[in-house]
């Protein structure tokens, strides 16, 4: 994979990704997790902090971790704690946020990335369980507090320094969602900051080995402007630095209208947090036995599904939008059968099916598809009459073959109507006959099209060639 340099400088960029796990309830209370609920609806005294109150560990919050630290390559840590992060802010009632700092659940996976030529590892440091801080809003009243999302259970996945571009970076966040998606461990919905990204970015001159000032932009909300935000903020470091200034460690965030990054505030160590050991929340043991039964429960990585799908012959573009989700890829492979052509089916799905299924109630069923592929791969429709199938089988409980009889859709197969056909095309064009006559045989071209413009493109194109051979033998 190539590196985006900008006047003679490679970036340099990890990523540290804030997930939502899919839990009905929240990290260490029984609160509710669901999205959009009236403010301050899903609280009580241990997501808010109140003394005496003692958190909970949610079980299945646990399994969540473990499920993505396996999607991603990990190592499953048999004993890990909580830590204590303490800062002050507003959307964190309890004056510090539960997290793993010391002792993480999941460390040393990885992500492998290629871009159809070559294959690159991307390092995942860790992977640690924590719980999320509530949300501030602003108006002309003042600053208001939702603490709804407090206590809502995160996994912040840390990645080593490995990515040399905006594009890979977005790649790598792009896999890393899909792999997260196929795992069930969350629904990565961008917009609603189930899936958050902060991008660490430093830059050196190409050749250099040592690694420079960084700068952390915050909580970027969709991978588009993950890209836009490293370029900005590549070229905003190279050209301090050509003009002679030094990158000071800061977080930044990235302005949707400005398209550039701003600052926030100067970098701050650990030390500031005043790590401590949670002392309410027993250690997390996650012995071998645990961990194999939920390896057990695993499914398949879209990578493992993509390359099944290369031994049917189906390029990977059409193999990345099959994979875009788990429903996707499960309807593709149900679609599958000993009578389909899958390089025929994946052409027909992309292009027909796949449009349709985020908006559509009503969509073909992969049996009714698989059977409209099957009929297509056979030649007995064409592609056109496949298209008018998937369109009119959607909404319809009859077969695709009871459908096309009733649309005469089916392929003219019969080579007496064909012949009928040639004859009134020699009829129509004289030029054409006299053409083929002199020797011209592209012109029999035009006989054919004529054959099949009055059958509205059904007449059979093989048998048609093969009959306007035989008439002017």
Request: glycine share 6%; aromatic share 6%; hydrophobic share 35%.
């Amino acid at each position: 994979m190539s590196n985006t340099l900008y006047k003679g400088y490679e970036p340099v960029i990890g990523a540290e990704v804030h997930v939502e796990l899919k839990t009905a309830e929240k990290a260490f209370c029984s609160c509710s997790t669901a999205y959009g609920n009236e403010p301050n609806r899903n609280c009580c005294p241990i997501c808010l902090g109140m003394p005496g109150a003692i958190p909970c560990l949610n079980g299945e919050a646990v399994s969540l971790a473990v499920r993505a630290g396996l999607a991603l390559n990990c190592r499953i840590s048999e004993i890990s704690y909580f830590d204590r992060k303490h800062y002050f802010y507003p959307d964190l009632p309890k004056g510090y946020q539960i997290t793993q700092f010391y002792s993480p659940l999941c460390l040393d996976g990885y992500v492998t990335l290629s871009d159809g030529e070559k294959d690159k590892k991307i390092r995942i440091r860790e992977i640690h369980m924590e719980e999320d801080a509530g949300k501030l809003s602003y108006s002309e009243n003042g600053v208001n507090i939702d603490n709804n999302r407090c206590g809502v259970p995160l996994i912040e996945i840390v990645t080593e320094p490995d990515m040399r571009s905006a594009d890979e970076t977005m790649a790598f966040v792009n896999e890393l969602r899909s792999r997260l998606l196929f795992a069930g461990v969350s629904d990565c919905k961008m917009n609603e900051g189930s899936l958050r990204c902060d991008v660490n970015i430093s830059v050196r001159k190409e050749g250099e080995n040592t690694l420079r000032a960084r700068c952390e932009i915050k909580n970027i909300n969709s991978v588009n402007f993950i890209g836009r935000a490293i370029e900005s903020e590549l070229k905003r470091q190279v050209d301090i630095i050509e003009n002679g200034g030094k990158i000071e460690c800061e977080t930044r965030r990235f302005s949707e209208s400005s398209g550039k990054t701003e600052r926030m505030r100067s970098k701050e160590s650990c030390s500031d947090y005043r790590y401590i050991r949670e002392p309410d929340i027993p250690p997390i043991l996650t012995d071998k036995e645990y961990v194999e039964r939920i390896r057990a429960e695993m499914p398949r990585m879209p990578g493992e599904i993509k390359a099944s799908m290369r031994k049917f012959g189906i390029s990977d573009g059409n193999a990345g939008i099959i994979c875009t989700s788990p429903e996707t890829a499960a309807y593709f492979e149900s679609a599958i059968s000993d009578k389909s052509d899958a390089l025929t089916l994946s052409n027909l799905f992309v292009s027909e099916v796949f449009p349709k299924m985020k908006d559509s109630k009503s969509i073909l069923s992969p049996e009714k598809l698989s059977e409209i592929s099957a009929m297509y791969s056979a030649g007995e429709i064409n592609i056109v009459s496949a298209k008018k199938l998937i369109a009119s089988v959607s909404n319809s409980g009859n077969s695709p073959r009871e459908i096309a009889e009733k649309m005469n859709l089916f392929m003219i197969r019969d080579a007496e109507t064909i012949r009928t056909l040639i004859i009134k095309a020699a009829k129509s064009l004289p030029e054409a006959v006299r053409e083929v006559k002199k020797g011209k045989l592209g012109a029999k071209k035009v006989i054919v099209g004529y054959v099949m413009r009055e059958t509205g493109g059904k007449a059979d194109p093989v048998l048609a060639n093969r009959e306007v051979d035989r008439f002017f033998e």
